[in-house]
């Protein structure tokens, strides 16, 4: 009897232990599982399990064995022949993904340590050595990518919240010499290179539809992010966009910080503030372009006088932890940065995805409780 016409053990099964609670997700659970027991228990060209045998004795989904599956072929350790099953390939898994390096700029960022946490929890379920490669401020890519230890069969790369002009450098050579890279969070969507990102114009849609059902009329875009960034721009456009399509009376506009690449985007909101108030323009609503500019928003109005939301409603754009934790506590939208993840790993293990693949996933409104109904007069006048 040949190897392929043994069937695999379901005792084995046993060992897999999938939890609901985890940050993980089920079918990247399954997947970690059931490349331990292929790596332990299982003979190149050994049939494995179905998908019913699998639906059946876990008790999962379709869609997770399905994804889990799909993800181990990716990875070269499966294979569905016609007439014959799903088999395991182990013969050639030496060239796989073994090692991961994240290109990253060396500065105080809650999204950068929020991506890099999780690509390092997923790097630890795959057994994939990540190796972290600091770019600084974008002044320091040719060590950053001559550090680089694995050849492109090894491993592959990916580039974290870069500048744009950083990011361009770093795929253009990398590319060349062969490596398979993923941008996360650095939009360039005339650049043909794969990339994972929040819908920017999911942001302003359910930011704008939340203010307006409170009421608000006189609405602040404020732009404290660098406009040389593709997103930032992106942003402030789908709010022109928004506004214009409206039916509703608006006087929305646009409140340019001026921030340029690396300065910090908390700390010019203030004067931004100051000058907007000492004008005729006191928006009931400040809606940022990012949640540190909506956090510094909300010290700038209680330390001038002005109640958070009773006075002016304010909400952020990236769901950081922090946000949580002021008082009081920020409305803004989530992104789900533990599917981004995911889908990074999809691109990096699918080598038939196109190379200008550009994956947008859509965040969540998350009301807390910086905004509030509009106030029945314009904000009051406070001198400042």
């Not at 053990?9 to 059931?34: F, G, V, W, Y």
Request: with cysteine; hydrophobic share 35%; proline share 5%.
């Amino acid at each position: 009897m040949s190897a392929t016409t043994i069937r695999p053990s379901m005792s084995l099964l046993k060992e897999i232990i999938l939890d609901n609670d985890r940050d993980l997700p089920l079918h990247a659970q399954l997947r970690t599982s059931l490349e331990r027991l292929i790596e332990n228990h299982f003979d190149d060209e050994g049939r494995f399990y179905s998908e019913s045998q699998l639906i059946q004795e876990l008790g999962v989904s379709q869609g997770t064995v399905r994804r889990a599956l799909s993800d181990l072929a990716h990875q070269g350790l499966l294979t569905k022949l016609p007439a014959r099953g799903t088999l395991v390939r182990k013969r050639d898994t030496a060239t796989g993904l073994q090692h991961l390096a994240v290109f990253l700029p060396d500065y105080s960022s809650a999204t950068v340590a929020t991506f890099l946490t999780l690509l390092n929890a997923e790097c630890l379920n795959r057994n994939i050595a990540l190796v972290p490669m600091y770019t600084h401020k974008g002044e320091r890519l040719l060590k950053a990518y001559s550090n680089l230890k694995f050849s492109p069969k090894e491993g592959s790369v990916v580039l974290l919240e870069n500048s744009p002009r950083a990011t361009m450098e770093l795929t253009a050579v990398l590319e060349e010499k062969g490596y398979n890279c993923v941008i996360i969070g650095t939009l360039l969507r005339e650049h043909p290179t794969k990339f994972v990102g929040g819908c920017n114009q999911t942001i302003i849609e359910l930011s704008m539809q939340h203010l307006t059902e409170l009421g608000h009329r006189r609405i602040g875009l404020l732009v404290n992010e660098p406009e040389e960034k593709e997103n930032t721009r992106e942003r402030s456009e789908a709010f022109r966009q928004w506004v214009r399509q409206s039916e509703l009376d608006l006087d929305a506009r646009i409140i340019s910080c001026g921030t340029q690449l690396w300065e910090d985007s908390y700390r010019i909101v203030a004067p931004t503030l100051r000058e907007l108030y000492q004008g005729d323009y006191r928006p009931t609503a400040i809606f940022s372009i990012s949640d540190a500019g909506a956090m510094a928003s909300i010290k700038w109005l209680q330390q001038n006088g002005y109640r958070v939301p009773e006075d002016v409603s304010v909400i952020g754009s990236d769901g950081v932890d922090a946000g949580a934790m002021i008082h009081p506590a920020l409305s803004t939208t989530k992104h789900p940065h533990a599917e981004m993840t995911q889908a990074v790993f999809d691109l990096l293990t699918n080598p038939e995805e196109p190379e200008n693949t550009k994956t947008f996933l859509k965040p969540t409104l998350l009301v807390r409780e910086s905004t509030g109904p509009v106030p029945d007069a314009a904000p009051r006048q406070i001198a400042l």
